[in-house]
C-alpha cells in the first residue's frame, strides 16, 4: 500500500454533470499530481499542486479544475461532463526533491453515460 | 509519432520463463525512467526507478536504459502467475518545473502455470 488513498472507488455520472473527486496524500508528501487513464491507455497527466498552488498542466481543458488544501489533501473538479471523460482517474503524491518519483493511489472509476 | 511506444501486447509466458518488456521513446530529454505495474481495477505501483543510462536489479526484475538507443527494457526472471498484470513504463525530463511523468500504453502480461 502506498498511503495515498482516493475516494469515492466508483462514480456514475451523466453528461452535462459536474463531479468531484478526493485524494489524501501519503504523510509527508507537499506535491500531488492528477492523471486520466481511459480504458487500455497509459495514465495521462492532467495537473500538478504544490504547496496549494497549479504548477504543471497537460493538455486537459479548463473544465478540469484543482484543489490542494493546507494538509496536502486534493479535489479534482470535472465540469460539464463529457462521455470520454469515462476513465480511471489517478491521484499521485511525492515528496519534495529532484529524484523523487511518484507514488499513485489506486484511483476512482468514473462512467459518464 | 508518441513520445512513449510501448508494445501492448498481450504477452503469453509459462511460470518460470524470463520475460523482456521494452519502450521506444523520442524526447532525448528524458532522464528518469520507471517501470510500473498495475493489476486489474488498482493504480499503478512502482516496480524501478532508474535516472539516465545503465542497469539497475531488484530480486528478479532488471531494468536497462539505453540512451543513445532510447530504448528501455524490463526483464523479469523465473517468472510467476503473481507476475501477471499491465506493466507501464513512464518517463521524465530533468526540467525545474512539474513533476509530469510521460506514459507508455502499458503490455499486459499473463504467466500461465
Known amino acids: 500500500e502506498t498511503g495515498v488513498t482516493q475516494s469515492p472507488t466508483h462514480l456514475i455520472k451523466t453528461r452535462g454533470q459536474q463531479v468531484t473527486l478526493r485524494c489524501s496524500s501519503q504523510?509527508?508528501?507537499?506535491?500531488v499530481s492528477w492523471y486520466q487513464q481511459a480504458l487500455g491507455q497509459g495514465p495521462q497527466f492532467i495537473f500538478q499542486y504544490y504547496r496549494e498552488e497549479e504548477n504543471g498542466r497537460g493538455n486537459f481543458p479548463p473544465r478540469f479544475s484543482g484543489l490542494q488544501f493546507p494538509n496536502y489533501s486534493s479535489e479534482l473538479n470535472v465540469n460539464a461532463l463529457e462521455l470520454d471523460d469515462s476513465a480511471l482517474y489517478l491521484c499521485?503524491?511525492?515528496?519534495?526533491?529532484?529524484?523523487?518519483?511518484?507514488?499513485f493511489g489506486p484511483g476512482t472509476r468514473l462512467l459518464v453515460l | 509519432q508518441k513520445e512513449v511506444e510501448q508494445d501492448p501486447g498481450p504477452l503469453s509466458v509459462p511460470e518460470g520463463a524470463i520475460v523482456s518488456l521494452n519502450c521506444t521513446y523520442s524526447n532525448s530529454a528524458f532522464q528518469y525512467f520507471m517501470w510500473y505495474r498495475q493489476y486489474s481495477r488498482k493504480g499503478p505501483e512502482l516496480l524501478m526507478y532508474t535516472y539516465s543510462s545503465g542497469n539497475k536489479e531488484d530480486g528478479r526484475f532488471t531494468a536497462q536504459v539505453d540512451k543513445s538507443s532510447k530504448y528501455i527494457s524490463l526483464f523479469i526472471r523465473d517468472s510467476q502467475p503473481s507476475d501477471s498484470a499491465t506493466y507501464l513504463c513512464a518517463m521524465k525530463d530533468s526540467g525545474a518545473g512539474s513533476y509530469q511523468l510521460t506514459f507508455g500504453k502499458g503490455t499486459k502480461l499473463s504467466v500461465i502455470p
Open positions: 504523510s509527508g508528501h507537499n506535491t
Open positions: 499521485a503524491s511525492r515528496p519534495g526533491g529532484p529524484g523523487e518519483t511518484q507514488y
